[in-house]
Nanobody
């Protein structure tokens, strides 16, 4: 079992920045990849960024050039640096951890969510 604890959300004006953190309860080497998702009111949860255990990243087109995912293995923590925030970024942000076992069984773990609100 992996527990994820998120922090860093808040209220910020358009153009500002926030840094989200997601701390895992076990060694992050056990996780194949982690992702950041967000869900705005009345909308489906969408993938924002993915970071592999090796550090490679992928981003949704809507956040490329503005958001950056990173990890700190010593702290079992991943981050999402969000710059040039827009009102459309307003959502609850969720951290996800994906664990793939030797028999290809897949487990997904989720953080509790943190609210990000961007005012115009």
């Amino acid at each position: 079992q992996v527990q994820l604890v998120e922090s860093g959300g808040g209220l910020v004006q358009a153009g500002g920045s926030l840094r989200l953190s997601c701390a895992a309860s076990r060694n992050i080497f056990s996780i194949n990849s982690m992702g950041w998702y967000r869900q705005a009111p009345g909308k489906q949860r969408e993938l924002v960024a993915v970071i592999s255990s090796g550090g490679s990243t992928n981003y949704a087109d809507s956040v490329k050039g503005r958001f950056a995912a990173s990890g700190d293995n010593a702290k079992n923590t991943v981050y999402l640096q969000m710059n040039s925030l827009k009102p459309e970024d307003t959502a609850v942000y969720y951290c996800n951890a994906r664990q793939v076992l030797a028999d290809n069984t897949v487990y997904n773990y989720w953080g509790q969510g943190t609210q990000v609100t961007v005012s115009s």
